[in-house]
């Protein structure tokens, strides 16, 4: 139940494509839902973050899309550079710790 | 404002050595978190601290790991005996109280041999 679960493990798009990274959870619980980004060697940086009493937010190329009723989530990326290829991690929060999911490493090609 | 600092970035130990790991918070953040990533996963929380307390333990393995969080100095993880499955990278986050955006720090990357 405390399990997120994100999917595709990998990803590659060409330059200007729109990668979608989806994630699922069960636990009803959970009332916040950060995405991250890490590149390698490095600690993971916040992206953006929606509450499951919102339906879509979007940052910039980043957009959360939120489906409560379905227990999902995605993150959308408009017009992905390869600066973008890194890996991104979607997280739940349950009381004060976040539960990740897996990680999905993106490829945007030039 | 400089974000979440640890130290050191690697560590190599022998099996039986012990690991010490250092966090300091960012500036005006009294909430520290522990997660451990293993290689090619994601990151899994260990523990939760705010000075001079532990709130949440629940991620710790029972033996061997330690944290602690004192009034003055960085939040220490600690393990001691390591062992090669402990090779993993540690990331340390922050939070300012009653906000639940966690900052992460840069992680160290603990290697046993």
């Known amino acids: 139940q405390q399990q997120v679960k994100q999917s595709p493990q990998s990803l590659i798009v060409q330059k200007g494509g729109i990668p979608i990274i989806n994630c699922a959870y069960e636990n009803t619980a959970f009332d916040y839902f950060p995405w991250y980004q890490q590149f390698p060697g490095k600690g993971p940086a916040l992206l953006i973050a929606?509450?499951?009493?919102?339906s879509e937010k979007k940052e910039g190329r980043f957009t959360i899309s939120f489906n409560k009723s379905a227990k999902q989530f995605s993150l959308h990326i408009m017009d992905s550079q390869p600066g973008d290829s890194a890996t991104y991690f979607c997280?739940?929060?349950?009381?004060?710790?976040?539960?990740f999911g897996a990680g999905t490493i993106l490829r945007v090609k030039s | 404002n400089a974000g979440v600092m640890q130290n050191p970035r690697h560590l190599v130990r022998r099996r039986g050595q012990e690991a010490r790991l250092r966090c300091s918070p960012m500036k005006g953040h009294s909430h520290v978190y522990w997660y451990r990533q293993l290689p090619e996963e994601g990151l899994k929380f260990m523990v939760y601290?705010?000075?001079?307390?532990?709130?949440?333990e629940s991620g710790m393995p029972k033996e061997r790991f330690s944290a602690e969080f004192p009034k003055e100095g960085p939040s220490i993880l600690r393990i001691q005996q390591v062992v090669r499955g402990d090779s993993a990278a540690y990331f340390c986050?922050?939070?300012?109280?009653?906000?639940?955006?966690?900052?992460f720090g840069p992680g160290t990357r603990l290697l046993v041999l």
């Open positions: 929606i509450r499951p009493d919102v």
């Open positions: 986050a922050s939070s300012p109280p009653a906000l639940e955006t966690q900052y």
């Open positions: 997280a739940a929060r349950h009381g004060n710790k976040l539960v």
């Open positions: 601290l705010q000075k001079e307390n532990i709130i949440d």
